[in-house]
């Protein structure tokens, strides 16, 4: 009896690495790590209906950085939008933001409701009319109903760079105002048909007044003003426009110049789409400022065309934002090599304070025809 207990106290008291012998060893646990899901970029261009489109941009905040401010700006698009489907966004990004970040929040605005992504442009200007204010946001929509049957007119930058000081810029926003509104009846049209119109300032001391001024030409299109760059050494006033048709041209691209608008080899005053279908791209960045960089920033847009069945001879407008004049001369030698001369764009051709990466020169945003 004595061997028995002793025998039983000896198995009690075994190390528990003798015990575990007797069971199976478990494999080892894998831990799972979390994927993030990679979330789509915005597409290179969008091809939409030309009478359905319409025009919106976010209202000015001053509350939060970048980030919330893009979330702000798209969330009051969106209700402003209704049931309208946002095809294309321009973000005038001021501050030292991450611009990057715009298109990764409208990425993730859009992937979130399951909605098809809008071309996106980003463009660093110098300042915005409130103070805190980082992003406004221009959008273009596309509804359900005809509202512009007989299609759209995009105008050049008009008004331009005076001898005053930068503040001293009313006098060219007033000749703005008078180049826009004699393009717009060239056209056809009166100045209640301006749908848009975005002016870009070397200040924003008289912004007020700018707006005051635009709102009795224009009394009704959505407008934006922005300082192109932080310090400008002469007064700058030049706008751009959008506007109704109220005959529809007999080609699908007609190019406006009217000739008490001192007509130039280099661009269009005015391009008048009649086609039914039109092509919003995104931009495309030019990097670095050797002549192989800037063909290379036109190469990669003729590319989107393509595949957009369009090519370079059928665009409209030409948005071009530069940091430099030395780049501006290089995009002047290099435009006609891609654009049809004997038909040369309407264009806005400016300089700006930044782009989305460090290394850009320039980029590159075009309206066009399918072919």
Excluded: W
Excluded at 160 to 170: D, M, N, V, Y
Excluded at 339 to 352: E, G, M, N, Q
Excluded at 357 to 363: E, K, N, R
């Amino acid at each position: 009896m004595r061997i028995a207990l002793s025998l039983l106290l000896a198995v009690a008291v075994l190390p528990p690495a003798l015990h575990a012998q007797k069971k199976k060893k478990k494999k080892p646990e894998v831990e799972i790590t979390q994927t993030l899901e990679v979330l789509p970029g915005p597409p290179a261009s969008v091809t939409v209906e030309t009478a359905k489109l319409e025009f919106l941009a976010s209202p000015l905040s001053g509350k939060g950085l970048l980030s919330q401010q893009v979330r702000d700006g798209l969330k009051a698009l969106r209700t402003q939008a209704g049931q309208r489907q946002i095809v294309k966004l321009r973000a005038f990004v001021a501050g030292t933001g991450d611009q990057r970040r715009v298109q990764s929040i409208v990425s993730e605005t859009f992937a979130e409701r399951k909605q098809a992504l809008p071309a996106v442009s980003t463009v660093q200007v110098g300042l915005l009319p409130m103070e805190g204010s980082q992003v406004v946001l221009e959008a273009v929509v596309q509804g359900k109903k005809a509202v512009n049957p007989n299609g759209l007119a995009f105008l050049s930058g008009m008004g331009g760079q005076g001898t005053e000081t930068p503040e001293k810029l009313l006098p060219m926003l007033d000749k703005a105002i008078n180049d826009l509104t004699r393009a717009t009846r060239a056209a056809g049209g009166e100045p209640s048909d301006v749908l848009r119109v975005t002016c870009l300032l070397s200040s924003l001391d008289s912004v007020a007044e700018v707006r005051t001024r635009m709102a009795a030409a224009f009394p009704t299109a959505v407008m934006v003003a922005v300082q192109a760059q932080r310090l400008h050494d002469k007064s700058l006033a030049e706008c751009e426009a959008v506007a109704r048709l109220r005959t529809r041209p007999a080609a699908a691209l007609t190019m406006l110049n009217p000739p008490d608008l001192n007509p130039s080899p280099m661009y269009s005053k005015g391009a008048l789409i009649g086609s039914e279908k039109i092509i919003l791209t995104g931009t495309q960045l030019a990097f670095h400022s050797e002549d192989k960089d800037v063909q290379l920033a036109f190469q990669r847009m003729s590319k989107v065309l393509e595949s957009a069945h369009s090519s370079m001879k059928h665009v409209a407008f030409s948005s071009l934002y530069a940091l430099t004049n030395f780049v501006v001369a290089k995009i002047r030698a290099t435009r006609f090599d891609y654009y049809d001369k004997a038909r040369p764009p309407a264009s806005t051709l400016l300089l700006f304070e930044g782009l989305p990466s460090m290394d850009a020169s320039f980029a590159i945003e075009l309206v066009a025809v399918p072919q």
